[in-house]
């Protein structure tokens, strides 16, 4: 019988080098991936979680400010940014399935598109930060947000204090978004690398998977950053 | 996963790709459009769509994935909820004394 045994796991190793020998089969392996990775997705959740609890606080507090303070930034900016990153995770769909059918010219285009409006949402990222910075709605010294009109009360302004406080968020939800954004594309600029020299193949394309959905969890965090900090109290 | 045809799933992803823009081009139209408190829930609502529709099918939680992983996104959701929900609970009765 242990012959037997030594002869199977040869075999496996023959057939899947990738597989690590404290793993029964590839399939287990893949799963061992998927749920590690699935767990630190979990406590990102809770990142970020505390960043909305918070946002969630204060926006309830000062509800008029906020609304005053997210009327000065761009949602037109915001808007495209959000279908930049919709089809960057089709892309990112599409680069998994092309590795697992083994067309590897495809997923080397779809790793490049994804990187391509990763750096594209970014620099939209950058237009929309340099506007904050010229109008002085950076938090610190330099801010100022004087006589800005309440959205629905023209004769009441908002409190520059309070406005100051929606900017930190802003700033912290966004920057720490756009951080993510930075590392996904290091992640990916690895991917490309490794599809490049033909190392993913039908059997074995954890890492595309596994960067797959660190991709599209942030387009997730995204999706509900758009209307909270771009969208509230935008009618007239 | 394997097992699928191979033009099938291409088709469900570019579905969802256009739901997904769908959804964002309403979310932007709505927003502009004075509907008091129902504003918030609207945008709200349809990102919570568009979060689902990228974890079910994009993130494949639907089908692919194993029962363990559902269970850690059922219960980082949970958390997430005790989180939101007892924080407001505190705040919003904080005036009742």
């Given at each position: 019988m242990p012959d037997s045994t030594v002869v199977s796991l040869q075999h496996e190793e023959q057939h899947c080098p990738e597989l690590l020998h404290h793993f029964a089969d590839p399939q287990q392996q893949r799963d061992a991936s998927s749920l590690g990775m699935w767990v630190f997705l979990a406590t990102e959740v809770m990142f970020f979680g505390g960043l909305f609890c918070a946002y969630l606080i204060y926006r309830l507090k000062f509800f008029a400010d906020f609304g005053a303070a997210s009327k000065s930034i761009d949602a037109t900016l915001g808007a495209t940014n959000t279908a930049v990153l919709i089809c960057s995770s089709l892309t990112v769909v599409v680069a998994v399935w092309a590795a697992q059918t083994a067309r590897r010219t495809l997923l080397i285009g779809m790793l490049a598109v994804t990187m391509l409006l990763g750096f594209v949402f970014l620099g939209i990222k950058a237009v929309e930060y340099k506007d904050k910075f010229e109008e002085h709605?950076?938090?610190?010294?330099?801010f100022s947000f004087d006589r800005v009109p309440i959205p629905g009360h023209p004769d009441q302004y908002a409190n520059p204090q309070h406005a100051q406080l929606f900017f930190s968020l802003y700033f912290v939800m966004t920057g720490l978004h756009a951080l993510h954004m930075v590392v996904g594309l290091g992640i990916f600029s690895w991917l490309l690398y490794a599809a490049r020299k033909g190392r993913f193949t039908p059997e074995w394309h954890t890492p595309v998977e596994i960067g797959g959905l660190y991709w599209h969890f942030v387009d997730i965090i995204w999706i509900y950053l758009f209307p909270l900090l771009y969208l509230i109290d935008r009618h007239p | 996963m394997s097992g699928h045809s191979t033009s099938s799933p291409l088709k469900t992803y570019f579905v969802i790709w256009a739901a997904l823009l769908a959804g964002t081009y309403v979310t932007y139209k709505v927003a502009?459009?004075?509907?008091h408190p129902f504003n918030a829930a609207i945008a709200l609502t349809i990102a919570s769509i568009k979060a689902t529709l990228v974890a079910l099918y994009f993130m494949h939680i639907k089908g692919a994935s194993e029962k363990l992983t559902k269970m850690v996104v059922i219960s980082a959701l949970f958390f997430l909820l005790l989180l939101l929900g007892l924080t407001m609970t505190d705040y919003a009765t904080r005036l009742w004394s």
């Open positions: 709605h950076v938090p610190g010294a330099s | 502009f459009i004075d509907l």
